[in-house]
């Protein structure tokens, strides 16, 4: 069951890390498919649910990002959840092309073991 308690007010309670980032994982929502894991700031999220789709926060360029802005392999935000202990997230979205920068499908293609 859904939390009741308004967006504006779960937003402000996010444990953000020493940096103000938080981790995204990214899920397929068509067929559950998790396909990146991305870092979110509170400027990052709330832009994420005013537009409609996921912006991120890159570490290594140190800038807002939004998927698919130079490959046009895009993505529309269709929900965005936060975990139990306030200090992650779950964005599910329709991913238009390849998620992995590589051209995978999906970042997670190196299996450690299976």
């Given at each position: 069951?859904?939390?009741?308690?308004?967006?504006?007010?779960?937003?402000?309670?996010?444990?953000?890390?020493?940096?103000?980032?938080?981790?995204?994982?990214?899920?397929?929502?068509?067929?559950?498919?998790?396909?990146?894991?991305?870092?979110?700031s509170?400027?990052?999220?709330?832009?994420?649910?005013?537009?409609?789709?996921?912006?991120?926060?890159?570490?290594s360029?140190?800038?807002?990002?939004?998927?698919?802005?130079?490959?046009?392999?895009?993505q529309?935000?269709?929900?965005?959840?936060?975990?139990?202990?306030?200090?992650?997230?779950?964005?599910?979205?329709?991913?238009?092309?390849?998620?992995?920068?590589?051209?995978?499908?999906?970042?997670?293609?190196?299996?450690?073991?299976?």
């Amino acid at each position: 069951m859904a939390n009741q308690r308004p967006t504006a007010e779960l937003v402000q309670g996010i444990c953000w890390n020493e940096q103000g980032l938080a981790p995204a994982i990214v899920q397929e929502e068509e067929n559950g498919k998790v396909l990146m894991l991305a870092w979110v700031s509170q400027q990052s999220l709330e832009l994420s649910l005013a537009e409609g789709r996921p912006v991120y926060w890159s570490r290594s360029r140190k800038r807002l990002w939004r998927k698919g802005e130079t490959s046009g392999n895009t993505q529309q935000l269709v929900s965005a959840w936060l975990d139990c202990d306030s200090d992650a997230l779950l964005f599910r979205v329709r991913q238009k092309g390849p998620a992995c920068h590589t051209g995978a499908p999906d970042c997670f293609f190196n299996a450690l073991r299976g």
